[in-house]
């Protein structure tokens, strides 16, 4: 079957340092990415998107970077701030699959002062 | 734009008991909404995905007959834990979809289930 992965569990990073966050998926069929981040008790915030179609793509202060070959997904934000500290998902999307996302397992993500 | 809420935010029930979780698009009507459990420290597991109108599809390993999902209309979506026990407890999150087809999925902000 399908796995969206993460390499690591958690991450932290010092105040105002560039933080990546990275993601491996299985099925060469995923066409459509997404990163999310979810504060502790609420619900997945979308962060930034990518289509199979693009290998960058950025966003205000974060970027997307999508490696079809390895099948690697990567997400980096610049200046990290507290605000920042959650839990980072990956997910994916194959065409035709009624728009079912595929999570990974996620990275917790912690800003240190 | 592209609101999604979830009623009641949090809910604590006896064991045996049944709790229904309502799902709503405010501002966009969804053709699909998608239901996800989350246990502590865990991703995001699919539940089950409603389209309005049609019985829902379960993910494999979800029990349709305790975990009853209605989509009556373009803007609501509920789901009825049945009979719940200690092990339903979880946080519920719902997703809608819109009707102009595309990938993005709106996240409502979880429902805490707690079943003593």
């Known amino acids: 079957g399908e796995s969206v992965g993460l390499h690591l569990p958690t991450l932290s990073v010092q105040e105002g340092d560039n933080s990546i966050i990275n993601c491996a998926y299985s099925?060469?069929?995923?066409?459509?990415f997404i990163w999310y981040k979810q504060e502790s008790g609420k619900g997945p915030q979308f962060i930034i998107d990518?289509?199979?179609?693009?290998d960058k793509r950025q966003g205000q202060r974060v970027t997307v970077l999508l490696n079809k070959t390895v099948k690697h997904l990567s997400l980096q934000i610049a200046a990290t701030q507290p605000g920042d500290s959650a839990v980072y998902f990956c997910?994916?999307?194959?065409?035709?699959?009624?728009?079912?996302?595929?999570f990974g397992s996620g990275t917790q993500l912690t800003v240190l002062p | 734009g592209a609101v999604v809420s979830q009623h009641p935010s949090w809910v604590i029930c006896k064991s045996g008991t049944s709790v229904k979780i309502e799902c709503r698009s405010l501002?966009?009507?969804?053709?699909?909404m998608f239901w996800y459990r989350q246990f502590p420290k865990q991703s995001l597991m699919l539940m089950a995905t409603?389209?309005?109108?049609?019985?829902?599809?379960?993910e494999q390993g979800v029990e349709k007959d305790k975990f009853l999902i209605n989509h009556a209309s373009l803007t609501l979506s509920t789901l009825t834990v049945t009979s719940a026990h200690p092990e339903d407890s979880s946080f519920y999150i719902c997703?809608?979809?819109?009707?102009?087809?595309?990938?993005?999925?709106?996240f409502g902000p979880g429902t805490r289930l707690t079943v003593l």
């Open positions: 997703s809608a979809a819109g009707l102009a087809g595309g990938n993005e999925q709106f």
């Open positions: 990518i289509r199979s179609n693009m």
């Open positions: 099925n060469s069929a995923s066409d459509y």
């Open positions: 997910a994916d999307l194959i065409s035709g699959s009624a728009r079912q996302l595929t």
């Open positions: 501002d966009f009507q969804a053709t699909t």
């Open positions: 409603s389209n309005e109108g049609s019985k829902a599809t379960y």
